[in-house]
Antibody, heavy 118, light 105 residues
Framework: QITLKESGPTLVKPTQTLTLTCTFSGFSLSTSGVGVGWIRQPPGKALEWLALIYWDDDKRYSPSLKSRLTITKDTSKNQVVLTMTNMDPVDTATYYC??????????WGQGTLVTVSS | EIVLTQSPGTLSLSPGERATLSCRASQSVSSSYLAWYQQKPGQAPRLLIYGASSRATGIPDRFSGSGSGTDFTLTISRLEPEDFAVYYCQQGLFTFGPGTKVDIK
């Protein structure tokens, strides 16, 4: 059974760096073809992909946010970490991590709401 | 950059009716990487369809996907009460559509 869970701060101040951790079980990020991605959703708005990391450490980023994002993995801990710099109120959103297979997100975490406010 | 357009924005139907949702890409895309998701309020999205037409694990067969090139369709053959939700298409790894809300008429 594949499960994922996001953790991190619920409130960050403008200009701060956000660090989110995705802790997963039921699969290994050392298995060929497997990836873990981050997707966010501002309140009442659509989904937006942020970043993705594959089993071979290949990393992909949203072109519009690439300069602010870093994604890393710790295979031994079954964790993927996303950092986003220079947070702004428009970055207020629910942040999801997801298992990626067949080019899509087939298992999702419950999401974590991050509010950016001073 | 590929842009996905979904129509209609809102679809008002009654239980038992057929729902047809459209996803159009700004340029031809690979069917292998076209997916559909369902999202209910307060919940994470759920994968329904991948590879344009393959149902994900546990998805009822009233959900079907079709299309190629720039035009893709998600069809719900007979709406059940639990199907009223927002539906997103996705192409490749970094492009979601804006969503179609299916609500109760």
């Amino acid at each position: 059974q594949i499960t994922l869970k996001e953790s991190g701060p619920t409130l960050v101040k403008p200009t701060q760096t956000l660090t989110l951790t995705c802790t997963f079980s039921g699969f290994s990020l050392s298995t060929s073809g497997v990836g873990v991605g981050w997707i966010r959703q501002p309140p009442g708005k659509a989904l937006e992909w942020l970043a993705l990391i594959y089993w071979d450490d290949d990393k992909r980023y949203s072109p519009s946010l690439k300069s602010r994002l870093t994604i890393t993995k710790d295979t031994s801990k079954n964790q993927v970490v996303l950092t986003m710099t220079n947070m702004d109120p428009v970055d207020t959103a629910t942040y999801y991590c997801a298992h990626v297979g067949y080019g899509c997100a087939d298992y999702w975490g419950q999401g974590t709401l991050v509010t950016v406010s001073s | 950059e590929i842009v996905l357009t979904q129509s209609p924005g809102t679809l008002s139907l009654s239980p038992g009716e057929r729902a047809t949702l459209s996803c159009r890409a700004s340029q031809s895309v690979s069917s292998s990487y076209l997916a559909w998701y369902q999202q209910k309020p307060g919940q994470a999205p759920r994968l329904l369809i991948y590879g344009a037409s393959s149902r994900a694990t546990g998805i009822p067969d009233r959900f079907s996907g079709s299309g190629s090139g720039t035009d893709f369709t998600l069809t719900i053959s007979r709406l059940e009460p639990e199907d009223f939700a927002v539906y997103y298409c996705q192409q490749g790894l970094f492009t979601f559509g804006p969503g179609t809300k299916v609500d109760i008429k």
